[in-house]
């Protein structure tokens, strides 16, 4: 049969963590072989990584930055998954994605010249995006991510 | 099996098609080739980066490591075609939307020309790599449509929602390996399964077959047998 959609929740529980690890393991061995070479299978696999930090973002508790950061809701995961899989069309290569201080998720950018660009997707629905760099004036704006993303990502395109 | 071949599928499922050629250079001088080539091409293929390994040693008195610039990476304005040059290997890449084999070898032969103008340059090896992603709904029975598949025995649960396959086959005429990979995507969109089709064609260049040129046209016809071999006529025709 044509293989079925993996089973989602199974990614973010704890108790098949170790299992779920170690099946990403295997095949990230075989899919580094790969890397080298090609791009596709480079921003793959980087996707892939970008996709489990996010869903591990969501074990993160209140308080894990050692003061009161608010642990990421499911909306603000889904969304985040949402964003990235925007992201993945573009141009743009995230570097990371961990959780906001602001209570939310954050996907960072790095680009030329020590340029960076964040975006936070937040918890109570709210989004935003900051563009800094040593030398380089900061911006920084809300933007609605149903409707501005295709602008916000254009931005951070020329920017970075 | 296929009824036809058609040479072209105007909405191929390409995300990446590679075409590269392994060389050897007399030793020391690939760096100074190397430096002159990105920078006669850098106005076209304007973001460049270096590729860089990683080495880590581990032993009883603890771990070591080191980075080394191996090679170059460069991306033209648009970033669909990627030129990347390592310490053997001589690559171009054009990214998800292809455009057709004619454009992606004459650009390939041009830049391979530009490299090899800068020192004496021998081909060892020439490969071209097709990346597929296709789509199939969930539920339907795979080898209706994708040809070579993981079969899973009788009496184990049918349903996988994880593979990986990796295959390497002789090919017989022109002496060459087929390395063949498949792997799941995870889910991008409802009903349906995303699938990675990757065929990597390498033939060593020996003497019976030192016309590089022609051995890449070879490689080119091969590699469209194969995927029309692939996959079912249904499945093609969602490309045409």
Redesign the interface.
């Known amino acids: 049969m044509i293989p079925v959609a993996p089973p989602v929740q199974s990614y973010v529980q704890n108790d098949v963590a170790t299992i779920v690890y170690r099946i990403d393991t295997t095949q990230s061995d075989f899919w580094m072989q790969h890397t080298d070479v090609s791009i596709f299978w480079t921003r793959e696999l980087q996707f892939r990584q970008l996709t489990e930090s996010t869903r591990k973002a969501k074990a993160f508790e209140e308080g894990w930055d050692g003061y009161d950061a608010p642990a990421p809701n499911d909306a603000s995961v889904a969304r985040t998954l949402e964003v990235l899989s925007r992201v993945r069309d573009s141009k743009l290569s995230p570097y990371s994605v961990l959780p906001s201080a602001d209570g939310g998720v954050g996907i960072s950018f790095r680009g030329n010249a020590n340029k960076r660009a964040v975006l936070e997707l937040l918890n109570d629905g709210t989004s935003s995006y900051i563009l800094f760099g040593k030398g380089y004036p900061i911006e920084s704006s809300e933007f609605n991510s149903n409707t501005d993303l295709p602008r916000i990502l254009q931005r951070l395109e020329e920017y970075l | 099996m296929m009824a036809y071949e058609p040479q072209h599928l105007n909405n191929a499922p390409i995300?990446?098609a590679?075409i590269?050629f392994d060389f050897v250079v007399a030793e020391g001088e690939l760096g100074q080739i190397r430096r002159s080539f990105v920078e006669q091409i850098q106005v076209e293929y304007p973001t460049q980066t270096p590729?860089q390994r990683a080495e880590v040693t581990f032993n009883p008195e603890g771990s070591t490591g080191k980075t080394n610039e191996v090679g170059s990476r460069c991306v033209s304005m648009n970033?669909k075609n990627?030129c990347?040059i390592?310490e053997h290997?001589f690559?171009c890449?054009r990214?998800h939307p292809y455009e057709n084999w004619e454009s992606l070898r004459s650009e390939f032969q041009r830049l391979w020309e530009v490299f090899a103008s800068f020192g004496k340059v021998q081909v060892t090896k020439v490969a071209v790599?097709y990346?597929n992603k296709i789509f199939?709904?969930?539920?339907?029975?795979?080898f209706d449509?994708v040809f070579t598949y993981p079969k899973i025995a009788d009496g184990l649960p049918?349903?996988?929602?994880?593979?990986?396959v990796?295959l390497q086959i002789a090919i017989p005429e022109p002496q060459g390996t087929l390395i063949l990979?498949e792997?799941?995507?995870?889910?991008?969109r409802p009903q349906f399964?995303a699938?990675?089709l990757?065929h990597d064609l390498q033939f060593p260049v020996t003497d019976e077959a030192t016309d590089i040129w022609a051995l890449l046209e070879r490689a080119r016809e091969l590699k469209n047998r194969y995927f029309f071999a692939s996959i079912s006529d249904e499945l093609m025709k969602e490309y045409l």
Request: proline fraction near 5%.
């Open positions: 995300v990446e590679m590269a590729i970033g990627v990347a390592s290997t690559i890449s990214l790599r990346i199939l709904r969930t539920g339907s029975e795979i449509s049918q349903d996988t929602f994880g593979v990986f990796r990979t792997a799941q995507f995870p889910p991008e399964v699938i990675a990757d």
